[in-house]
């Protein structure tokens, strides 16, 4: 497939370099390319642009941006663009305001995930939420002594979540399917159970 990753941080760094080692074409989107000179030349294969020319790209898209920025990233990448696409959506809300004894704080609440926002927006856009529960070291076939992890996911359209299913096989994920997007409320906070003893003993 033809894969748009939002974001040129870790995240979209790591799954954009998953995704050329299965196989598909990448582009990157980012407002600034130069941050990704480096990506570019241990990955030739793959391509850099601007948020906008990776969704029109793209027959599928990630989003791996700061979750405040998120809304932003696909008003900058076009909705005309988006459109009838899938986009796996890797973000967490994180709020700017500093952990609690090691919990991270959150900008959404416990009865609406920031994916349910964006879907709202972005109304004919297949989000499907994957990744967000896991660290990016782990995202591209992980080695677990107890055998192959599971991944939660969720969104809306069901062959969206097929198709998402399928590349978390090729990932090295087992898929545990949590159906629509309100399912993203129990999904990303995930993130904030996963952070906990890191950033309590590092
Ligand atoms: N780090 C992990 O292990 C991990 C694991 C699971 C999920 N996540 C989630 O994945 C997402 C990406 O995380 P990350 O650690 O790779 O990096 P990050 O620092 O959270 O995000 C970097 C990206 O956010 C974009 N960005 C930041 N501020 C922006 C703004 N004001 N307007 C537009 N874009 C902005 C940057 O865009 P430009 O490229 O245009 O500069 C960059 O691509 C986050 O939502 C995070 O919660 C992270």
Not at 81 to 91: E, F, H, P, R, Y
Not at 153 to 162: P, S, T
Not at 175 to 185: I, N
Request: glycine fraction near 12%.
């Amino acid at each position: 497939m033809k894969i748009g990753v939002l974001g040129s941080g870790i995240v979209g760094k790591v799954l954009a370099t998953g995704f050329l080692k299965h196989g598909h074409e990448v582009m990157v989107g980012t407002r600034t390319p130069d941050k990704l000179k480096e990506w570019t030349g241990q990955n030739p294969r793959g391509r850099t642009g601007s948020s906008d020319a990776a969704a029109q790209f793209a027959d599928l898209v990630a989003l791996a941006v700061n979750g405040n920025a998120s809304a932003d990233t696909l008003r900058a990448a076009g909705g005309a663009n988006l459109a009838g696409k899938i986009v796996i959506d890797a973000t967490n809300p994180i709020a700017d305001a500093p952990p609690v004894n090691g919990v991270l704080r959150f900008f959404t609440d416990i009865n609406e995930s920031l994916m349910e926002r964006l879907q709202r927006e972005f109304a004919e856009v297949k989000f499907v939420k994957a990744f967000n529960s896991v660290g990016n070291m782990f995202m591209v076939n992980p080695q677990f002594k107890g055998g192959k992890p599971t991944m939660f996911i969720c969104g809306n359209d069901e062959a969206a979540r097929k198709t998402v299913t399928g590349i978390l096989d090729q990932f090295g994920w087992e898929t545990s399917d949590m159906g629509k997007a309100e399912a993203a409320r129990a999904i990303e906070p995930l993130c904030m159970l996963w952070c906990i003893p890191g950033l309590l003993r590092n």
